[in-house]
């Protein structure tokens, strides 16, 4: 069966420090890969997308970066933190053999930017 | 562009009652729909799916939806709600994107809150 997997699960950092947030899918072979941001009373907004290796769709312009250097392997990246880069973030993968290639999630990463 | 819908940002229900929790969308296109729960502090899960076939769509933890076209509606029910059913419901809609890959477009949220 398939897993996925999110770490770290917690992260507090200063404003202006670095950021990544790492996730692996197991068991599935090229997945679609994405990276979603919860902030509170926003519900989920979709940050990235991945459909193979090195190739990522940024959806809205911000302050985060996303690289898949491996085929099951996707990293959340910031260069500087902001305040408002604070949130919950969500792994999720999907596949195009399953049928209407529902989207499966990790367990989430806390950000809390100080 | 596809969105989604949720009338209703907290529902508060008693033990044992009947909850129905709200979901409409608008798109151009077919769609794929899903509920996904949220329990405190983890990731989603899917709850259900309407891909084709029967309107009517069974899930885990008791939990059914009803897909109207007519209406763009697919509403989440249950008959009889346990505390444990405590948690955030997003209702979400698939889209198509190039290259394959879907994006799923997801509402705001739904509390909801099962007291003794």
């Known amino acids: 069966s398939q897993t996925i997997h999110q770490w770290p699960a917690t992260l507090v950092q200063p404003v202006g420090s670095p950021l990544s947030l790492e996730c692996t899918v197991e068991?599935?072979?090229?997945?679609?890969l994405y990276w979603y941001r919860q902030a509170a009373g926003r519900g989920l907004q979709l940050l990235f997308y991945?459909?193979?290796?090195?190739?990522i769709s940024s959806e809205v312009p911000q302050n985060l970066s996303a690289s898949r250097p491996q085929d099951r392997q996707f990293i959340l990246s910031s260069k500087k933190l902001l305040l408002s880069d604070s949130g919950f973030y969500l792994c999720?993968?999907?596949?195009?053999?399953?049928?209407?290639?529902?989207?499966?999630f990790g367990e989430g990463s806390w950000l809390t930017v100080v | 562009a596809q969105s989604v819908t949720q009338l209703d940002s907290q529902v508060p229900v008693f033990e044992e009652a009947p909850v129905e929790l709200r979901c409409n969308y608008s798109?151009?296109?077919?769609?794929?729909l899903f509920w996904y729960v949220q329990y405190p502090n983890q990731g989603l899960q899917l709850l259900l799916k309407?891909?084709?076939?029967?309107?009517l769509v069974k899930g885990i933890n008791g939990f059914e939806a009803e897909f109207n076209k007519s209406q763009t509606s697919f509403h989440l029910r249950k008959p009889s709600v346990h505390i444990s059913d405590t948690a955030e419901y997003f209702c979400?809609?698939?889209?198509?994107?190039?290259?394959?890959?879907?994006?799923?477009?997801f509402g705001k949220g739904t509390k909801l809150t099962v007291n003794p």
């Open positions: 798109s151009s296109v077919s769609v794929y």
């Open positions: 979400a809609v698939s889209e198509r994107r190039g290259g394959g890959s879907e994006k799923l477009v």
């Open positions: 999720a993968w999907s596949s195009e053999r399953t049928t209407g290639n529902t989207i499966y």
């Open positions: 991945s459909v193979g290796i090195g190739q």
């Open positions: 309407y891909l084709s076939g029967s309107t």
């Open positions: 068991g599935t072979s090229n997945p679609n």
